[in-house]
T-cell receptor, first 111, second 113 residues
Framework: QKEVEQNSGPLSVPEGAIASLNCTYS??????FFWYRQYSGKSPELIMS????GDKEDGRFTAQLNKASQYVSLLIRDSQPSDSATYLC???????????FGTGTRLTIIP | SAVISQKPSRDICQRGTSLTIQCQVDSQVTMMFWYRQQPGQSLTLIATANQGSEATYESGFVIDKFPISRPNLTFSTLTVSNMSPEDSSIYLCSVVGGNQPQHFGDGTRLSIL
């Protein structure tokens, strides 16, 4: 069983709409959760981190965490063509700073 | 956050040869990691680079194939040994430090002929 699961997509969203990306994880003791954006041919770039249940907002991005359901999501409001990328969910379990990555969701914003 | 410089940015190598990738950080960091990203795949952790001691390897990765050094808190190298076409990947260095979450260098794009 995969430890971190994401829908691989591709997910197509019209420009200006809300893009919703989902991630589930298997280890209940996971403590920290991250979303990375990776443009084609580039390295992953951290865009959001979330550590406690609820919502965390940063500009057009909102991360949502529900530890009881072992579920973390990323919402992108007012989607722009520049948001087209692969979004990687990563989970940290324990105190050793190691991350486990999901397979990524490829998002395409349609002008 | 710390600035990470990774060299080379890309290379094309002959099978059976070895390549050493360097990762230099502009400030001392707590943790350094090496990942592999095969074409169309997500990131797989190869090992944690430990300062002054042997790296800690993940399942499926061995020191003979991927020797790693970390002589100080700002520098690490990963060597890909006896390369085969299956080693064609992006190799990424990442760091944790200064209360910042893990972030990545630009990566090394490696192709084996």
């Amino acid at each position: 069983q995969k430890e971190v699961e994401q829908n691989s997509g591709p997910l197509s969203v019209p420009e200006g709409a809300i893009a919703s990306l989902n991630c589930t994880y298997s280890d209940r003791v996971s403590q920290s959760f991250f979303w990375y954006r990776q443009y084609s041919g580039k390295s992953p770039e951290l865009i959001m981190s979330i550590y406690s249940n609820g919502d965390k907002e940063d500009g057009r991005f909102t991360a949502q965490l529900n530890k009881a359901s072992q579920y973390v999501s990323l919402l992108i409001r007012d989607s722009q063509p520049s948001d087209s990328a692969t979004y990687l969910c990563a989970v940290k379990t324990g105190g050793n700073e190691k991350l486990t990555f999901g397979t990524g969701t490829r998002l395409t914003i349609i002008p | 956050s710390a600035v990470i410089s990774q060299k080379p940015s890309r290379d094309i190598c002959q099978r059976g040869t070895s390549l050493t990738i360097q990762c230099q950080v502009d400030s001392q960091v707590t943790m350094m990691f090496w990942y592999r990203q095969q074409p169309g795949q997500s990131l797989t952790l190869i090992a944690t680079a430990n300062q002054g001691s042997e790296a800690t390897y993940e399942s499926g990765f061995v020191i003979d194939k991927f020797p790693i050094s970390r002589p100080n808190l700002t520098f690490s190298t990963l060597t890909v040994s006896n390369m085969s076409p299956e080693d064609s990947s992006i190799y990424l260095c990442s760091v944790v430090g200064g209360n910042q979450p893990q972030h990545f260098g630009d990566g090394t794009r490696l192709s084996i002929l």
